[in-house]
């Protein structure tokens, strides 16, 4: 057996490798399910169920792939331009955090409400900028891999966000739990529906995945960032600014998951915690991949795994079986679409 | 003589194209066969089969009387089949020894036994002329010696059959030469060797036998010394093919003028205090080993890096701005040296690669909004103008061949209308054809008005297409001589460095055309 590559890799193939890929790894986690002894269909139906069946869970599954249209923007944007950003989760929580700091200023909780969203909304888009053109500046400088100080950068954010919500932003209010300071009412943002969580920044990650589309598709940066990612030595025989190029990617790259970090806390939490991302900032990796890197598909693709995660809590609760049940099989898709994203390319000959 | 090869009814097909049709081809004990072809003939798919990459649909191959079961090529090595690939298959961080014994013993066996293989190549190397140090790192090597390892490999695993697919594609000349010298030796000592090649010259001079494919299939088969050049392309590419000649012309206005440029850089990377002038309607060849500052030197003139000394003027105005879009807004177009890496993007489409050196133009994008109509329009009338066969607007670049991806590439400076153009190696790994085609345009836009800087290592190339042609040596331009006075020996010794007649032709030349005022 052997690999051919593809000369023209069809597009109806290229659409249906993210369908396969989720249906071989619903195949894999159902083995799993039947392992721990319950009827994977059963197990599935009940997923479905539980995320799409009520009002409250839809509107929880909405809510849920709100930061995960956005990390996975933030992950899309720049392995286009094969910019290793594995650094979501720490801009998330940079993002995360520059809303509450922001907030703890007198001035933002006397302004007019949409004011203070846009300006805080601004304040984490900018944190996730900078600690990502932190690595990007190394790479640029001295030739450090991203892919090492991204990563390693997740764990200083996080334990950042930990020394500040124990000392100067702790609440006073909080009976001693590790939080922020909540943030000002005005900067809390509207609810989408009426006693459920669902709030304003599902319209603004799907306006974002819209936007970053537009950008990338139909302008000069667009095509100059997709230029510098596949081939940096043609990009720059034909005048692509490869450094400049890189620096805008990673603003819109670091502003998405600053963005998602800074409506996680203006929308649901209210506050800061160290528990605030069950790790978005990892699974925009993901969900990245299997939209194979198209902003658009980013939208859907987040919307599988929060129906999986969503779903598998109300599945476990109702057939004892673990919730993990859903990172699996969102780890799973991740491992068939890379396979899926194979196949696309190449075809296999005996 | 004894038969020690036989391929017999050979048809191999990929989905609905057929890369060979039943090929035959023989080859006797100490004998040199070329395989010639275009690019695309199917030569390399063939050799790929013999070797077992591929398993061929119908026929099959016989060693020495044996038949090779079909798709293993460990069973054509050890029946004696040797092949060195074009791009070379050694591990650069090890060295000359590790890189011939990969592969020769056992995963069993606890220790390497150095030292009998070093016995061993170094008997070889000897043997066959093959000079290289066994300790020496591969990266450390050059292109020719690199070839030399590869060599070293196959006849270290006992090839008595060799195959070489385009061994010439990355020397230089005089290695070129060399490689030959020693084929022809071992041909002597019994081995027998097949080289696959589309270059008429070495195809001529180092074999005993031609065989030619065309789309495919064996359209002749001739003793090379009943042939000649002009029999050959025309067998080759099936119909009589001519390169363009180059018509009189009077030089205008200076275009492009160097004066002192210098940039420093390790080795041959660098320029040093290089003064040329280009002038309207006119070519200037300059014509060097490669790594002799060639490829720097384009760099600089279009646009990609700014010299520490000297001046760059473009039409009497000196450059402040070295950059690309300041190049080409300046009527500056370029040919890049290598099509693949530099010149095109493979996995993006056609109208994307024609227009991204231009997108910042009004032409192409406005407030930074690519206008993808009028790109595509540009794209459509390239393709249809410049003949650019299998290239669709939105089809990915990266299935063109080379000689259609080199007439996207012409089109899309030609289009632009430039007032100098910058050729590197334009024909370099083109077939015949697509040679004519790109001469072709050479002159036409010489015959436009434009300055042509042709950088190339083709002596044939720069002979027939420039007015005047200089050499560069280790980042030193020697004067440039009139292309009437220029012979392939007078050219050698200027490539060498030797540049005393040179010197008294352009004194000469100056003279005269002092003179003549």
Redesign the interface.
């Known amino acids: 057996m052997r690999f051919?590559r593809r000369?023209?890799p069809s597009r109806g193939l290229t659409l249906l490798a993210p369908l396969g890929a989720i249906l071989a790894a619903l195949l894999g986690a159902g083995v799993l399910i039947a392992i721990a002894g319950a009827n994977p269909l059963e197990a599935y139906g009940l997923i479905l169920k539980g995320a799409l069946g009520s009002r409250l869970g839809f509107s929880e599954m909405l809510t849920r792939a709100t930061p995960l249209i956005l990390t996975g923007l933030a992950a899309a944007v720049a392995f286009r331009a094969r910019l290793w950003n594995i650094g979501g989760e720490g801009q998330f929580y940079m993002g995360a955090l520059a809303v509450a700091a922001f907030g703890m200023i007198p001035a933002i909780a006397g302004l007019p409400a949409p004011l203070a969203i846009l300006l805080c909304l601004i304040a984490g888009a900018v944190a996730g900028m900078v600690l990502l053109l932190l690595p990007l500046g190394l790479r640029l400088k001295f030739g450090v891999d991203e892919v090492v100080t991204t990563l390693l950068l997740n764990f200083v954010a996080v334990l950042f966000v930990s020394l500040m919500i124990e000392g100067a932003m702790k609440d006073p209010l909080a009976f001693g739990w590790p939080q922020s300071v909540p943030v000002p009412d005005s900067a809390v943002l509207p609810k989408l529906m009426e006693r459920t969580r669902l709030h304003a920044g599902l319209v603004i990650a799907v306006v974002m995945a819209v936007a970053v589309w537009w950008i990338q598709s139909?302008?000069?940066?667009g095509?100059?960032a997709?230029?510098a990612g596949?081939?940096p030595?043609?990009?720059?025989?034909?005048?692509?600014p490869l450094g400049r190029t890189l620096i805008v990617v990673a603003c819109l790259s670091g502003g998405m998951a600053g963005l998602a970090g800074a409506i996680e806390v203006m929308g649901v939490k209210g506050y800061v915690s160290t528990d605030l991302s069950p790790s978005y900032g990892y699974s925009g990796i993901i969900i990245a991949m299997l939209a194979n890197l198209n902003p658009l598909g980013v939208i859907a693709a987040a919307l599988f795994s929060a129906v999986m995660f969503v779903g598998a809590d109300s599945m476990s609760r109702a057939l004892g079986i673990p919730s993990y049940i859903a990172d699996v099989t969102v780890a799973l898709s991740l491992l068939t679409m890379l396979v899926a994203i194979f196949l696309t390319q190449y075809r296999i000959r005996k | 003589m004894t038969r020690v090869l036989e391929l017999d009814g050979i048809t191999k097909r990929f989905g609905a194209v057929t890369a060979n049709e039943d090929v035959s081809l023989h080859l006797d004990r100490g004998e040199i066969v070329a395989l010639l072809g275009e690019n695309g003939a199917g030569k390399t798919t063939l050799m790929s089969i013999l070797f077992g990459h591929y398993t061929a649909d119908e026929g099959t191959v016989k060693v020495e009387g044996a038949e090779l079961p079909p798709g293993k090529s460990r069973a054509a090595i050890k029946a004696g089949v040797g092949m060195v690939h074009q791009h070379f298959a050694l591990a650069p961080n090890l060295t000359v020894l590790d890189n011939v014994m990969t592969g020769t013993e056992s995963l069993w066996k606890l220790r390497s036994d150095r030292r009998a293989g070093r016995k061993r190549l170094v008997e070889l190397s000897e043997r066959f002329g093959l000079k290289v140090d066994p300790d020496a790192r591969v990266s450390e090597l050059s292109v020719g010696e690199c070839q030399r390892v590869e060599i070293l490999k196959a006849l270290y695993n006992d090839a008595r059959i060799l195959i070489l697919d385009e061994p010439t594609a990355v020397l230089t000349a005089q290695e070129a030469e060399g490689l030959f010298a020693t084929l022809k030796d071992m041909a002597a000592k019994g081995l027998s060797l097949i080289f696959i090649s589309h270059k008429l010259g070495e195809v001529m001079s180092a074999s005993d036998r031609v065989v030619v494919l065309r789309r495919g299939k064996v359209v002749a088969e001739r003793r090379t010394s009943e042939t000649s050049k002009e029999e050959l392309a025309e067998l080759m590419v099936g119909r009589a093919v001519k390169r363009p000649e180059r018509p009189p012309a009077t030089p205008g206005a200076v275009l492009l003028e160097a004066v002192d440029l210098s940039l420093g850089g390790r080795g041959g990377a660098s320029l040093k205090s290089v003064n040329f002038r280009l002038h309207a309607n006119e070519t200037l060849g300059v014509i060097g080993v490669s790594g002799n500052g060639q490829t720097t030197l384009a760099g600089v003139v279009s646009g990609l890096h700014a010299p520490d000394g000297g001046a760059l003027l473009v039409e009497g105005h000196e450059v402040d701005r070295f950059d690309v879009p300041h190049a080409i807004a300046s009527g500056i177009g370029r040919i890049p040296e290598d099509r693949n890496a530099e010149g095109s993007i493979g996995d993006m489409a056609t109208w994307e690669n024609a227009v991204l050196e231009r997108i910042w133009a009004p032409e192409f994008s406005r407030g930074g909004v690519v206008k993808r109509a009028a790109a595509r329009a540009e794209t459509q009338g390239i393709i249809d103008t410049y003949d650019v066969r299998g290239a669709t607007v939105d089809g990915r670049i990266r299935l063109l061949s080379g000689g259609n991806m080199q007439k996207l590439i012409l089109g899309r400076v030609l289009n632009a209308g430039p007032k100098i153009l910058v050729a590197a190696q334009p024909s370099r790994g083109l077939d015949e054809g697509a040679i004519a085609g790109v001469h072709e345009r050479l002159l036409e836009a010489r015959g436009r008005g434009a300055g042509v800087l042709l950088i190339s290592e083709d002596l044939d190339e720069v002979m027939a297409l420039s007015d005047r042609i200089c050499a560069i040596v280790n980042g030193r331009l020697s004067p440039a001589i009139p292309a009437e006075k220029a012979n392939s020996q007078l050219l050698g010794l200027m490539m060498a460095g030797d540049w005393s007649a040179a010197e008294q032709i352009e004194a000469g030349t100056a003279r005269g055309t002092a003179d003549a005022l």
Do not use: I, K, Q, Y
């Not at chain 1, 139909?218 to 940066?221: A, G, K, M, N, Y």
């Not at chain 1, 030595?233 to 692509?240: D, E, I, P, T």
């Open positions: 051919e000369d023209h139909r302008t000069v940066f095509m100059r997709r230029a596949l081939n030595r043609a990009a720059s025989f034909a005048g692509v």
